[in-house]
Nanobody, 127 residues
Framework: EVQLVESGGGLVQPGGSLRLSCAASGFTFRNYDMSWVRQAPGKGPEWVSAIDSGDAGTTYYAGSVKERFTISRDNAKNTLYLQMNSLKPEDTAVYYC???????????????????WGQGTLVTVSS
């Protein structure tokens, strides 16, 4: 059974930083592209970032987070990370870890599917 468990969310002031983690189990983590997706209050899911499979995976970012967020993975620990810097109030959302790259996640969002997503962790950016 695929399990993805996010952690690291919380309340942070604008300009602050947080690091999210996603512990993966039930599949061969290193063989899969992985993504972060977020859903702000009252809005639909938004793809945030992805990393290719393997040990030197290429990374991809939505324009809204580029140069502020960094995705990474530790295949030995089966863990995905998202380092978030220079946080803004508009970054407030539930952040989900998802198995699959950008294209796969976008299709999932369009189909209304959350297969192989975690339960999410809430990030609130507010003073």
């Amino acid at each position: 059974e695929v399990q993805l468990v996010e952690s690291g969310g919380g309340l942070v002031q604008p300009g602050g930083s947080l690091r999210l983690s996603c512990a993966a189990s039930g599949f061969t983590f290193r063989n899969y592209d992985m993504s972060w997706v977020r859903q702000a209050p009252g809005k639909g899911p938004e793809w945030v970032s992805a990393i290719d499979s393997g040990d030197a995976g290429t990374t991809y970012y939505a324009g809204s987070v580029k140069e502020r967020f960094t995705i990474s993975r530790d295949n030995a620990k089966n863990t995905l990370y998202l380092q978030m810097n220079s946080l803004k109030p508009e970054d407030t959302a539930v952040y989900y870890c998802a198995r699959g790259g950008h294209s796969h996640v976008v299709v999932s969002i369009l189909e209304g599917s959350r297969d192989a997503w975690g339960q999410g962790t809430l990030v609130t950016v507010s003073s």
